[in-house]
């Protein structure tokens, strides 16, 4: 129907989540009737970030600069962490705007199934940022899942000799649920009535 | 949550049809995940697109060449002209693969509450190529809605002085019906039983 190009730039949106083979033409006949006012604006965002992407080496958060903009941050709260799985889950509770702390990216969850062990995922550089000092508080963020609580239970014990207070996430969190597809209302309440670590 | 980057970004996804905000943030994550497989293929089929993008000076297709790829390829019957109103038509009907000729694409439709008149239209360079000869059938593809079919009416009235044979989409296009957004079953069969005009 139309040249290799074209079927490229629909493959690739295609590809994205939430976007299927027609949605992803219907994108792309979107980008070119609005070459000026969609096309550039996503192209030239689509530059920057690709040229800017970074991890950031504190928190493990993908951003446009190392330290990432949460961690340079002057208002955020450096007492409180939050410890998420993955850095979507760091974007939906940074969304609801209820923690006022810094975070850290596992990179993932605990899991026998799929061969992941606690060196697979950063909880030494968690360690280590809690035994600089200076972190009051940890939030166990992880999935309400049995890997994200196996994970959390781990943490726990990696950092119940340094002097913090550790919480978890309210229970409230539907069984099974994965932060990220929540509401911010959910999200919100269980952030509230987090509660230490038993 | 991120660098300004990153949400202008997200917000450049979020006006794409078929992504709202948090699907947009979705295929964000997903970009920065898979740099490599997701991100930049993606920048690189729109850089291409953005810099080849034309309007085919004769069909009306945007494709990244100017003529079209459809209005270049010699396999499809000159003989045949199917009028459509958008672009986004031209791509539906051709996706069934039923259609052997050739497009022309109008720009629009004729309308009297938007103002839009025949000049508006490609109308007159559709009846200086069917002036130019080589065209047996012109079928007519507009829209089930009003203003399609009042479109369709007015085209049939400029090309009935030429010996062409003119048709349009058998009436099973269901009423208000959209032809970008038909299955291809009822496009094929629409095209299939196209009738001469009365
Ligand atoms: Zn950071
Ligand atoms: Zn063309």
Redesign the interface.
């Known amino acids: 129907?139309?040249?290799r190009?074209?079927e490229?730039?629909a493959?690739?949106?295609a590809?994205?989540?939430?976007?299927g083979p027609r949605?992803a033409?219907?994108?792309?006949?979107?980008?070119?009737?609005k070459?000026e006012n969609?096309?550039?604006?996503?192209?030239?965002?689509?530059?920057?970030?690709?040229e800017?992407?970074s991890t950031c080496s504190t928190c493990g958060?993908?951003?446009?600069?190392d330290p990432?903009?949460?961690c340079a941050d002057p208002r955020r709260d450096e007492t409180m962490l939050c410890v998420v799985e993955e850095?979507?889950d760091l974007?939906a509770l940074?969304?609801s705007r209820l923690f006022p702390g810094r975070y850290h990216v596992l990179g993932g969850r605990l899991s026998a199934l799929e061969g992941v062990r606690p060196e697979d995922l950063t909880i030494d550089r968690l360690v280590a940022r809690v035994s600089n000092g200076g972190t009051d508080e940890v939030v166990l963020a992880m999935n309400a899942t049995l890997e994200g609580q196996t994970t959390a239970h781990y943490v726990a014990e990696r950092l119940e000799k340094f002097p913090v207070r550790l919480s978890q996430l309210a229970h409230g969190l539907p069984v099974g649920g994965e932060l990220?597809y929540l509401d911010e209302g959910t999200l919100a309440q269980a952030l509230r009535a987090r509660r230490p670590v038993a």
């Open positions: 129907m139309a040249s190009e074209i490229a730039l493959n690739a949106l590809r994205l989540p939430g976007l949605s033409r219907r994108a792309v006949l979107h980008l070119m009737k070459r969609a096309l550039q604006p996503l192209l030239a965002a689509l530059q920057t970030v690709s800017k992407l958060n993908v951003d446009t600069s990432c903009s949460i850095v979507s974007w940074d969304r990220d």
